[in-house]
């Protein structure tokens, strides 16, 4: 099974850019498709975007595309998540996600399809 645990998080004004790593260990994250979200408190949590196991295909929720880019290092077992041009309504606990895969093609975008999480990280963003 496998274990994630992101990083990167932290305080940036808006404008400015982070990047979030989600390191995994156990089975083999090959399998995975993975997966970003976002929660706000009181609010529920939503897809940010995801990559295929092979890393070749992404898809990203409206408000972040052209902004945020997700990557993986199948050799590191880590996936990213590059945020530029980050805005106030960007603040949320940002985690990582893990969907074992039916395919290539796969990117799952629904909370129910992935079984296996991290611990979030916090994104904070200052006007």
């Known amino acids: 099974q496998v274990q994630l645990v992101e990083s990167g998080g932290g305080l940036v004004q808006a404008g400015g850019s982070l990047r979030l790593s989600c390191a995994a260990s156990?089975?083999?994250?090959?399998?995975?498709?993975m997966g970003w979200f976002r929660q706000a408190p009181g609010k529920e949590r939503e897809f940010v975007g995801g990559?295929?196991?092979?890393?070749?295909?992404?898809s990203y929720e409206d408000s972040v595309k052209g902004r945020f880019t997700v990557s993986r290092d199948n050799a590191k077992n880590t996936v990213y998540l590059q945020m530029n041009s980050l805005k106030p309504e960007d603040t949320d606990v940002y985690s990582c996600?893990?969907?074992?895969?039916?395919?290539?093609?796969?990117?799952?975008?629904?909370?129910?399809?992935?079984?296996?999480w991290g611990q979030g990280t916090q994104v904070t963003v200052s006007s």
């Open positions: 996600a893990a969907a074992l895969s039916r395919n290539d093609f796969y990117i799952p975008t629904r909370l129910w399809d992935y079984t296996l």
């Open positions: 156990g089975s083999i994250f090959s399998s995975y498709a």
């Open positions: 990559i295929t196991r092979d890393g070749k295909r992404t």
